[in-house]
């Protein structure tokens, strides 16, 4: 059974950091693009960045440029999102999914995802 489980969320005031982790489970994440996406209340689900399969190539969405870092360690089956500079509209849940990296899509099942929030 394919498990993504995410964690690393909390409570951080504006300019605060967290890192995010999401780990597998019956899925060998280096065969995959991977992606972190992001639902505040109220919102779709946005895309936030996404990492190919050797982490070689990355993508982000510009309110993540130059603050939120994605990463993965595919000997630990992990992906990671260091989040700088946090801003209070950056409170949402955040979760990872699998993705088609050329237009960054999700593919398959979703984690419970990790709930972060900023304060002011």
């Known amino acids: 059974q394919v498990q993504l489980v995410e964690s690393g969320g909390g409570l951080v005031q504006a300019g605060g950091s967290l890192r995010l982790s999401c780990a597998a489970s019956?899925?060998?994440?280096?065969?995959?693009?991977m992606g972190w996406f992001r639902q505040a209340p109220g919102k779709e689900r946005e895309f936030v960045a996404g990492?190919?399969?050797?982490?070689?190539?990355?993508y982000y969405v510009d309110f993540a440029k130059g603050r939120f870092t994605i990463s993965r360690d595919n000997a630990k089956n992990t992906v990671h999102l260091q989040m700088n500079s946090l801003k209070p509209e950056d409170t949402a849940v955040y979760y990872c999914?699998?993705?088609?990296?050329?237009?960054?899509?999700?593919?398959?099942?979703w984690g419970q995802g990790t709930q972060v929030t900023v304060s002011s």
């Open positions: 999914a699998r993705i088609i990296y050329s237009n960054k899509a999700p593919i398959g099942s």
């Open positions: 019956g899925l060998t994440l280096s065969t995959y693009a």
């Open positions: 990492i190919d399969w050797n982490g070689g190539r990355r």
